[in-house]
């Protein structure tokens, strides 16, 4: 019996608290029971009531129902000059249930129904928005940024975010960083990013873009976003939509995770469906702004752009005897993103001329011979070509002596030696002695060197200390150095504004006044890294890179020529586009990596071609101007040199003797299907590359003012 009663109390109170609708449906059963009974009691009541409706010619249920709804209807009941005992009795019951039902069940329901709706809102329970809107799911610092960019390029945009945590507490966060006038525009939904059923709610079929979160700082962030890529991918393929979203954006939190996926086709069902995925990671697109870009969005209006300076000066042309050189204090997945974006980016021509010109990374840690280990394994390919530099300056009297380190496996490997960027690492403390004197010749030597110093370590206000305590030199000699924030903050910008004016510096030399102008201290320093500022969609360099693979897809390879200008300017921009857009989704993920790079890479060979033709780092005016046989040969040499760098990077190895198909031609054919296990015959000095090849290297020189012609003109 005990169990019975129990099992009806759980039936009622699971009805009763899953949804309003379902408590009207029980108050509404209820009355009706309750009018019944009201009508039987006056039935049983020995009044001629009956008579009384058929006199006043009202239905006979209208008494029992004017009995439970009026509450004054007690005080009314009369059907003759003396009213029976027994209809007071059944009259006085039936108010009694109606004050019950329509003075207290009625108000409390509907007043706890309103606070019920009130609450599903604020906890992220209701769902609004169905389609064309943008989803986020999970919760992150970088957040924000998302938002402020997707309303940057769509203003009207919804965007839909799905997160397990406080719906509250979120809210609140993105009242810091999102304008009020926005909010309006965001509407949250509780929710767990691997849970289908929560996809339903937030209608993710008929969204815009989805963006795959989470939060960076659990160790099992990435494991857990491929797993939410597979479910999204089977929700829309169980399901047959007839609408898909158009983009996919997954962020990777673990350097080596993300760097798999610039080179392997993990997510190529989902591109099969016609979305397009997009990997993306917070350090490499810092990167990207950092040495692309070249700007950060002011915090209070991200519709400003605060430029980054140059690290390589106004340009670097053939005759510049001065080197790229980037300083990394501390070793951190920040660091090592720029590095290796500097790496894939800072090719220079002046190093055709002198191999000491080499663009120089450095790395200053006090485990450095630990990080270096980890390093050098992670890129041995690299390594394997070209030396790197080690140099312990962890006592008190070490001397500056860096130790060259060849890491050939086989002297089956020949040529090595020949790229254009190299390594050093530095075991110590920034602030001991040794080091800061380091820092100092470093600073000191800007007739030979463009410096600039990265503080990357994880510790903002251990960042921020030591980008202020920098020796004199560096800020004397205006050595951009970049400080590593955790949030958008205004001051490192603000005291960088401050400090940006000119003074006149004298002294006196031989008995003569010597002077010149120089800036205050903290004029050249720059924050970057910051979370809420993150995420920066720039579209230009990804449209440069359909266009450079349209060119590969098109070329004729029995001169091995791009097709002609006036050829390309005969077909519609609609149509090339299309061609573009359908050669781009059918090319493998390293391949369409490779065009990027190769796109980033056009800003630095910009400065470069400024330069030699006597122009202002900022000066557009020659951009769209041919280049002449000189500027081709140089930039050719040069995309090579970018290229052989991109490749050994991204896990391809150059082929040993017995595996090179240029050592090897008798079986040129069988050799060459070594590029599908990532072995690549064209890893070699320029010099040794058949005429061919170069000329691959010459027409991508060539095309660079159409490319800009078609993408930012």
């Known amino acids: ?58 239905p006979v249920w209208s008494l029992p129902l004017f009995l439970l709804i009026d509450t004054s209807a007690y005080s009314y009941v009369y059907f003759g000059e003396v009213n029976h005992g027994w209809l007071l009795v059944a009259s006085g019951i039936s108010y009694l249930f109606g004050l ?73 966060k993105l009242l810091h960083s999102v304008a009020r006038d926005k909010m309006d525009q965001i509407f949250i939904a509780y929710g767990h990013r691997m849970v289908k059923d929560a996809y339903q709610d937030i209608h993710l079929e008929s969204s815009e873009a989805i963006y795959i979160v989470g939060n960076r700082t659990r160790p099992e962030h990435d494991a857990i976003n491929v797993e939410c890529v597979d479910n999204i991918y089977m929700y829309l393929t169980e399901n047959h939509f007839n609408q898909i979203p158009k983009r996919v954006v997954c962020v990777f939190e673990d350097f080596d995770t993300y760097s798999a996926f610039k080179t392997t086709e993990i997510f190529s069902q989902i591109g099969d469906l016609g979305i397009e995925f997009v990997p993306y990671n917070f350090y490499d697109d810092w990167a990207t702004q ?100 080690y140099c312990d300056m962890s006592k008190d009297d070490a001397a500056y002596l860096p130790v060259k380190i060849d890491q050939r496996v086989s002297r089956e490997l020949p040529d090595t030696d020949f790229l254009d960027t190299e390594f050093e690492f530095v075991k110590g403390d920034v602030y001991a002695d040794g080091i800061q004197h380091l820092i100092k010749s470093w600073a000191q030597d800007k007739d030979h060197e463009y410096l600039s110093i990265f503080v990357t370590r994880s510790d903002q206000r251990h960042n921020f200390m030591t980008g202020m305590n920098m020796p004199d030199e560096v800020y004397d000699n205006a050595v951009p150095v970049f400080i590593r924030q ?64 349209y060119l590969y897809e098109t070329a004729d390879y029995s001169t091995f020529h791009f097709t002609s200008l006036a050829d390309l300017d005969a077909v519609p921009a609609t149509v090339l586009w299309a061609e573009a857009d359908r050669y781009w989704r059918a090319l493998t993920v390293a391949k369409k990596w490779s065009n990027l790079y190769c796109a980033y890479s056009i800003s630095c060979k910009l400065a470069t071609l400024r330069t030699m033709r006597g122009l202002e780092p900022d000066d557009r005016s020659q951009d769209l101007q041919d280049l002449s ?83 930012t003109f």
């Not at 509907?110 to 169905?130: C, E, S």
Request: net charge neutral; charged share 25%.
């Open 1 to 58: 019996m005990s169990k019975k009663r129990n099992n009806v109390k759980l039936f009622l109170d699971r009805a009763m608290s899953r949804s309003f609708s379902r408590q009207i449906l029980i108050l509404l059963v209820l009355f009706v029971v309750l009018l019944l009974i009201s009508y039987l009691l006056l039935s049983f009541s020995g009044s001629d009531w009956r008579a009384y409706c058929a006199y006043k010619g009202i």
């Open 100 to 172: 019950i039902i329509f003075n207290g069940i009625m108000i409390g329901l509907i007043t706890n129904a309103i606070d019920n709706r009130v609450d599903a809102h604020r906890d992220g329970l209701l769902h609004y928005v169905k389609s064309g809107h943008y989803i986020i799911m999970g919760y992150d610092d970088m957040v924000p940024s998302i938002i402020t960019e997707i309303f940057a390029k769509t203003p009207k945009a919804d965007v839909v975010l799905l997160s397990a945590l406080d719906a509250k507490q979120v809210h609140e």
């Open 290 to 389: 950092v040495f692309v870009r070249r700007s950060y969005k002011e915090k209070n209006n991200v519709a400003v752009e605060i430029p980054y300076p140059s690290v390589y000066g106004k340009g670097i042309c053939y005759e510049d005897t001065k080197r790229v050189h980037l300083v990394f204090v501390g070793i951190t997945n920040f660091s090592i993103s720029l590095a290796m974006e500097a790496a894939h980016l800072l090719h220079f021509p002046n190093v055709n001329r002198d191999k000491a010109l080499r663009t120089r990374i450095t790395f200053i840690e006090k485990n450095a011979d630990e990080e270096m280990r980890l390093f050098v394994t992670r890129n041995r390919h690299y390594f394997e070509v070209q030396p790197f530099f």
């Open 486 to 549: 955790d949030r958008a903050d205004d001051f490192v910008t603000n005291l960088r504004a401050a400090d940006d004016k000119e003074y006149t510096y004298g002294k006196v030399e031989d008995g003569t006044l010597v002077q010149e102008r120089r800036q205050h201290r903290y004029a050249n320093i720059y924050p970057f890294g910051m979370n809420d500022m993150a995420y920066w969609s720039d579209e230009t360099p990804l449209k440069q890179a359909k266009l450079l693979n």
């Open 629 to 711: 046989v000189e500027e081709v040969e140089m930039l050719a040499r040069v995309e090579h040199n970018r290229w052989n760098t991109e490749k050994l990077l991204m896990g391809f190895r150059k082929p040993k003797k017995a595996e090179d198909k240029y050592e090897n031609p008798s079986y040129d054919r069988e050799l060459q299907n070594n590029k599908d296990l990532y072995v690549h015959y064209d890893i070699r000095p320029f010099e040794q590359l058949p005429p061919d090849v170069q000329q691959l290297d010459y027409e991508i020189s060539q095309y660079i003012p159409w490319l800009l012609r078609m993408t």
